[in-house]
């Protein structure tokens, strides 16, 4: 789904269009809806990229600290609206969040299996989660949602508004995992490992920085597990924590599908 009318980025990671899968009664709308790494080194020809698609919203997922170390460039003239929590959302980018004892790729993986457990029982995520659906919802215009790597936290608000658009679930990991075949991972490479090294005090294998910088399939089953555990289903979840009620459902129903 990622190939349509998505230009190349030279300075942000994992960028696409997550629309275009068969919904309830049609297909997710596209040109509306992207999602991304941050965008603090973003080029000129970037961001002359993505003022040609007319973002009015950004939905930024990461706390305060990683936005004041990592300041996002934007385009001169853009006058949208960016959608940010006013504290942390996790205590490091998740796949940041490491210690000296990550010394193999199964511990890496155990560490993002880790962050999936507690993703859904995170307030600030279930707040931003919640906004990132109002702005959708009440928002003219294509938004971006993106958070450091565009591929935890981002992955999972893409993977919950396409679920209440009835995308299968099937569709729904195929999105998630398009993260593994983004083209850029050099750039994310290069805005994370030098600083993960610096933490563990030494280089990193590629298999362990695989396990951290990319997805897998089980970590989404654990967020929906843990999820469905917590309220008996995950639309339950969605109801309890996120605040997803029958109007807010029908509304992104009828803005983003067609």
Known sequence: MSDHHTPTFEGIHNFRDYGGYAADGGRVRRGLLYRSGQHVGASDADLAALAALDIRTVIDLRGITERTNNPCRRHEGWSGEVVAHD???????????????????????????????????????????????????????????????????????????????????????????????????HILRAQS?????????????????????????????RFHATAVARSGSFD???????????????????????
């Open 193 to 221: 490992v030098p600083a993960m090294e610096a933490r563990l005090g030494r280089k990193m294998d590629d298999a362990s920085v695989r396990a951290l910088l990319e997805v897998h399939r089980d970590y989404l089953a």
């Open 87 to 185: 504290g942390e959302t996790s205590s490091s980018p998740p796949h940041m969040d490491i210690g000296p004892d990550v010394t193999t790729a199964e511990y890496a993986r155990g560490r993002m299996m880790t962050v999936y457990t507690r993703m859904p029982d995170n307030p600030a995520m279930q707040v931003m989660f919640g906004r990132y659906l109002h702005a959708l919802a009440t928002r003219d215009g294509a938004s971006l949602v993106h958070c450091f790597a565009g591929k935890d936290r981002t992955g999972i608000a893409a993977t919950i508004l396409l679920h209440i658009l009835g995308v299968s679930e099937e569709d729904r990991e195929r999105e998630f995992l398009l993260t593994n075949k983004s083209p850029t991972l």
């Open 236 to 258: 339950g979840w969605l109801e309890d924590k996120v605040g997803v009620d029958d109007r807010l459902r029908d509304t992104l129903r009828e803005k983003y599908i067609a």
